[in-house]
């Protein structure tokens, strides 16, 4: 991967559905804003190529997903390297993710040399984490706890796997149980000090 050079930062925020993800990528972007130009990666105009090659997803080979997922991320960067000339870009979601999902279905991810990829490493990473009975409530207050969610505490669940892998991919982890998204937020811009 390589070093930004954009004088804007690139910003990810990782986890499993129901930690804050959404909520704290649009509190940042509204917070950076304030002193300098900001977007939020998900609400710019851009065609995502997976959803071109969703046929390959859905007919359930794992390895056509991941290099599927992998090659989307390659063409995203092209967007995000334009994106960074003029703002802070904060994504909700970014390769640690596929890497992660992938890895928890037991999809062999080492094949990957990710620091080679030619694309821009992000200048900072964070994953979010809460407590299970706190992320189940935020997904029900939504309307979207699933039935993989619901097995989520079981022992070697696939949410477990795939937060397991986000822990070794991203040293900077935040647990948000107790947080208000404002104390996040503040949190964040503190570890960022982007002054």
Request: glycine share 6%; hydrophobic share 40%.
């Amino acid at each position: 991967m390589i070093p930004n050079p954009h004088p804007f930062k690139f910003i990810v925020i990782e986890g499993i559905d129901g930690v804050g993800k959404t909520t704290l990528t649009r509190l940042l972007v509204d917070a950076l804003s304030q002193k300098s130009r900001a977007v939020r990666f998900e609400d710019t105009a851009f065609d995502n190529p997976t959803a071109l090659l969703k046929a390959g997803i859905e007919a359930g080979d794992q390895d056509v997903s991941l290099f599927t997922y992998v090659l989307s991320a390659l063409y995203k960067d092209r967007h995000l390297r334009g994106l960074l000339r003029t703002s802070h870009v904060v994504a909700d979601r970014w390769l640690p993710s596929v890497l992660a999902h992938h890895a928890a279905r037991g999809v062999g991810v080492d094949v990957l040399n990710v620091e080679s990829l030619p694309m821009l490493r992000p200048d900072f990473s964070f994953l979010l984490t809460a407590q299970e009975p706190i992320r189940r409530a935020r997904l029900e207050a939504r309307g979207e706890l699933n039935e993989k969610d619901r097995r989520a505490n079981e022992p070697g669940s696939e949410l477990a796997r795939i937060e397991a892998v986000f822990k070794q991919l991203i040293p900077t982890q935040i647990d948000t149980t107790s947080l208000s998204p404002d104390a996040l937020l503040t949190r964040l811009l503190e570890h960022m000090n982007l002054d």
